[in-house]
């Protein structure tokens, strides 16, 4: 079919709208070009062949039409004018069609439209179809896929559900201009036969070549690949990844995917590397009736780092990486994970992740309406260099039960808890747990219209330890040998929400305070495992117990204050919240300075979120010092543009003056710059930077200006090319810090991929 640009009319044959699949049968170029031609159909409505009437049986056919003749002594019915016919759920539309009797073979011609029962639809000037109108033949064929794609052949069939084209020609790109003119596809597949089969959602080829740009690059004997549907995955070549570092050298992974079985598969990638010895990659996956699970693992014999810092002899190394998650009944769960290492730099060294520390779990949980069991068990691996793994918990087992008692004492809701947790260390202090506790709470809401919520809380502890002096921060050790302790709280949480119009929108204003009494609770003598990291902020400034566990209880008494704002205008939404609390009792002395809660009056928190439509996102959490108002904690989260061209910006300042002799969470400044700017329709250009803002800290104060700190930690920038059937990015990163024989360098990383090959 030649169309003349740029009033081109397409004939009536190639037609498809919302349609699932697509048959078009129509005057097409000569048969030496065909092969080599996959058109658009045009997007004028498609002919209707879903008003004919319907038959009474299968073996009965029945049709309309302007006029009807019947040839008695050749059994011939020749039926012209707006010709509808249907059968066995296959319906057809003609100008004229043609029905002998004899042969069982009906010939349509003019305007030809075919449907079968699963909506796929061909079109044609003339063809040669069966009478249940189920398999026929055509010469220059178009196949529209659901997905977009496109196969064009100078023969073809239909037979038994599946098509068959000779000398044809497959591609998922567009092939026309915008203003509808034929364009090269940027890539194609041609070949001798294509067979597809909807059934299977696979495309097969013999003698195939992939051309890109035109030009022929790759010769396949045989080669197949999904519709694009979602289905239809079997084995073969997934595409390659090639990459170049200053520490492994170039990096090509050939990919090779194996069906073993509709719910189970493997892939084998093996990595070739120029400066370091090869690494195999492999991944199996699996599906059941009640769960899942996959493993997923790298192995390579090359050189490691000695004492985390400089190379050694050649050994081992490799990583494993499984989870799964099975539902056991309608109330059980079993779930958990698998992260080991065979050193701390080997994940750097080969790209594969950043993380620091690495967790194996497994867990059975049981939930119904009103208890919830979980039984668990957790391993720690570090991977911070300098770290001792010997002194990482494993924590078996963990075992946290809660049963909710509805409408109970007084109208309110009632919730029993039970846990125990041991927590043992190959060189390190070892500690067990167990406590016993309920909860208490009554939700009202007045005629006021203030929403008022009364809490109880009581809890008894059981705690034993040894080898409590092992543990370097000594407010962490606790008493050694057995301890006790027991906890009680009652609360009175009142907001009061106004709700008023304001400048075409809607705004809300609601005070809330909270009061929270309690006795002194012993603290020193307890072991502190999982309640180190505090840090007062927003989430948590209304809490019962501002700890983020259960080793360290607030107790005294104090009063909490803050604002909740709200506005919410056409396209324009504010939220903000702050807040601070003030103890009656004293100082809390459990609390180490720089937490914003050492004091009588804590440090003043809050959040700001600010959203136009989708394009400006800005999110500001911050914590200013009780004395003068400085920022001990300032993070801002910012997005500007659309999902084609935006910027990111994150920044982070912690400054909060913890000694480092307290805990892991030094303070630290940085800010993070990311952005896409996309050019040319298909064009984008994208980069990100971090950098390390923090400046030298005074040792013996914990004071510092963080003005002049600025060392970049990690840069990246590339540039990518995406349409409807091709991605493509060239990307340049370049790592400022070392770790151990991941040293700092460069990586440059190339990706390629054809929709719908791969698999």
Request: aromatic share 10%.
């Amino acid at each position: 079919m030649k169309l003349d640009c740029p009033n081109a009319r397409p004939a009536a044959g190639l037609v498809a709208t919302a349609l699932p699949l697509v048959l078009a049968l129509a005057p097409a170029p000569a048969a030496s070009q065909a092969a080599a031609d996959v058109a658009r159909p045009a997007s004028i409505p498609a002919l209707s062949v879903s008003d004919a009437p319907r038959p009474l049986a299968d073996n009965e056919v029945a049709f309309t039409a302007d006029a009807i003749e019947y040839d008695y002594q050749a059994k011939l019915v020749t039926a012209t004018g707006d010709v509808r016919m249907i059968r066995q759920g296959n319906r057809l539309r003609a100008d004229r069609v043609v029905w002998d009797r004899q042969s069982g073979r009906a010939h349509a011609s003019g305007r030809v439209a075919i449907e079968n029962p699963q909506g796929d639809i061909s079109y044609a000037d003339e063809a040669e179809l069966t009478d249940d109108l189920k398999d026929g033949v055509a010469q220059n064929m178009l196949l529209v896929l659901e997905n977009g794609g496109r196969m064009a052949a100078t023969k073809g069939r239909r037979e038994a559900g599946v098509y068959t084209l000779e000398r044809a020609a497959y591609s998922p790109c567009d092939v026309t201009t915008e203003g509808g003119c034929p364009k090269q596809p940027l890539w194609e597949i041609t070949a001798e036969r294509v067979v597809y089969d909807p059934a299977r959602h696979r495309v097969s080829y013999r003698d195939a070549r992939l051309r890109f740009l035109g030009v022929p690059f790759v010769w396949l004997p045989a080669f197949s690949h999904p519709d694009g549907t979602g289905d239809g995955g079997s084995s073969g070549l997934l595409v390659p990844d090639l990459s170049y570092n200053s520490r492994n050298g170039l990096e090509v992974a050939t990919p090779y995917y194996w069906r073993l079985a509709p719910n189970r598969d493997a892939t084998i990638t093996p990595h070739l590397f120029s400066a370091v010895a090869p690494m195999l990659e492999g991944q199996y996956r699996q599906l059941s009736g009640t769960g899942a699970f996959q493993v997923h693992g790298y192995a390579t014999y090359s050189t490691r780092a000695v004492n985390d810092q400089a190379n050694g002899s050649r050994a081992f190394r490799g990583y494993l990486d499984a989870s799964g998650r099975y539902q056991l009944g309608p109330d059980w769960t079993l779930s958990g994970s698998v992260r080991e290492v065979t050193d701390k730099t080997f994940l750097r060294r080969y790209d594969i992740s950043d993380d620091d520390r690495l967790r194996t779990v497994l867990k059975a949980e049981r939930i119904d309406d009103d208890s919830y069991l979980s039984i668990a068990g957790w391993r720690f691996r570090t991977l911070v260099l300098g770290q001792d793994q010997k002194r990482q918990p494993i924590a078996l087992p963990l075992i946290d039960y809660r049963r909710r008692i509805g409408e109970s004492l007084l109208g309110g809701t009632f919730t029993l808890q039970a846990n125990t947790l041991a927590i043992t260390r190959d060189d390190g202090q070892d500690t067990q747990r167990a406590f016993a506790g309920g909860q208490w709470q009554k939700w009202l809401l007045t005629g006021g219209g203030q929403i008022v919520t009364f809490t109880g809380y009581a809890r008894g502890d059981l705690y034993h330890s040894v080898h409590n002096d092992e543990t370097t921060t000594v407010i962490y050790r606790g008493d050694r040998g057995w301890a006790t302790r027991g906890i009680a709280a009652v609360a009175a949480d009142v907001r009061w929400p106004f709700v008023g119009e304001f400048l075409g929108g809607t705004q809300r204003v609601t005070p809330r305070v909270q009061l929270v009494a309690g006795p002194k609770t012993r603290n020193f003598a307890i072991p502190n495992e999982d309640a180190r990291a505090i840090d007062l902020e927003d989430s948590n400034l209304f809490a019962l117990n501002r700890f983020n566990g259960y080793d360290r209880w607030e107790g005294d008494t104090r009063a909490t204050y803050g604002l909740e704002y709200a506005l919410d205008l056409p396209r324009f939404e504010w939220r903000s919240v702050i807040g601070q609390s003030y103890r009656v009792a004293g100082p809390g002395a459990i609390f180490p300075d720089g937490t914003g809660l050492n004091a009588n009056w804590s440090d003043v928190v809050g959040r700001t979120t600010l959203r136009y439509g989708s394009f400006v996102s800005i999110i500001h959490r911050y914590r200013l010092d009780k004395g003068d108002l400085a920022f001990r904690r300032n993070e801002i989260d910012a997005t500007l543009g659309t999902a084609k061209t935006y910027l990111l910006i994150g920044y982070l300042d912690l400054n909060r003056h913890i000694s480092p002799t307290i805990e892991d969470l030094r303070d630290h400044e940085e800010v993070r710059v990311g952005a896409r700017v996309s050019f040319l329709r298909h064009w984008s250009f994208f980069g990100s930077s971090t950098f390390d803002l923090t400046n030298a800290r005074d040792e013996q104060n914990f004071l510092s200006s963080t003005a002049n700190g600025f060392d970049p930690v990690q840069s990246r920038a590339g540039v990518a090319y995406e349409d409807d059937c091709f991605r493509a990015s060239v990307q340049y990163r370049r790592d400022f810090a070392a770790f151990g024989d991941a040293r700092r360098g460069n990586t440059v990383q190339f990706q390629l991929a054809f929709k719908n090959l791969g698999r």
